[in-house]
């Protein structure tokens, strides 16, 4: 009888732990195990007789992973492409249910997760396949976007906090002997670099608690209507081959400028405005990812309050508790706190 392997297809509703037991079990390092679990699909064990490969494959199923046992002259899988993940929450609602889900998924504690899924962008996974990207994706629900990268082709931004003007000229010192060219607009320090630039920068300066390094990838875009004409077909058809209801047309149209399609990426986005481009209608696509929100709070017996501001998902997060417990809570333009 041919000897056989188990092959690990995808991690599915298992977890890290899952994968640990696995790996004490079968005496391969826990480290391995994991990597494989999570760069499904792969070889987790071979060179077995077939009842214990069948009966090992039928464990993991029960495990909520997806394997099978095959002969060991087949062709193994070949090795997947390799992704880095974040995460776009697009239902504050389910945001402490999707903290739970990630802190299994991922093995962390929930105040971890909760801290990875409110940073911008929210990155909670990297050098992953596919198959655990559509388990995540899975995992959470259509409550969120699961968006992936591929590293060695991303573009990356360094944005820059405030900072004291002798560390902000040591870091632009730095970024000029590397060759970066230096931005002075709002809160860009560097722009569209490559993945190995953007790692040894950050290797130096990943201490002084000012620089981030942002994915162009995991960046969302709304699409705003400037203008249009609500007598002309072409741009009607156009308006709604972008997503916009018929029925609200002339309304959105008549508050111009307006926002008609959020949660998107920049190839979405682009194709959006080239669409309604081609019909004549006046649109441009704003980056959301950075977005800052405040929140104006009333409560009985109180005057109104102005809270904030904070990042757009913490806001709306702190806001969908706000409400839980009986306030009466809207978002505000980040403008209107900071006045």
Known sequence: MLPHRVVLQSIGSATPHVAAQVGLGLGVPVPQMVTAFYRAPSVLVDDLDQPRAAELAALLADLGCQAHAEPCDEEPPARGTLFDVAVHVVDESQ?????????????????????????????????????????????????????????????????????????????????????????DEGPWLARDLDKPTADAIWEVHRRSGVLRVANQDFYRFEVVLDSADATDPAARRALEQVGLPAEVLDQAIAQAPITIADDLSADQ??????????????AHAELTTFLHLGLEVTQPGHPPQVLGPWPELTARVARQRLVQQGALVELVDAELVTR
Do not use: K, N
Request: hydrophobic share 50%.
């Open 95 to 183: 945001f402490d249910a999707m903290v739970a889900a990630v802190a299994s998924f991922v093995g962390c504690s929930t105040d971890v997760a909760e801290q990875m899924l409110l940073a911008t962008p929210a990155l909670v996974l990297g050098g992953v396949t596919e198959p655990t990207v559509t388990a995540l994706q899975t995992l959470l629900g259509p409550g969120a976007t699961v968006l992936t990268s591929q590293p060695s082709r991303a573009r990356f931004d360094l944005l820059l906090s405030p900072c004291p003007p002798a560390q902000r000229e040591r870091l632009l010192a730095d970024l000029r002997t590397r060759g970066v060219v230096v931005l």
């Open 269 to 282: 986005a682009l194709a959006h405005i080239a669409t309604l481009d081609a019909a004549g209608v006046a």
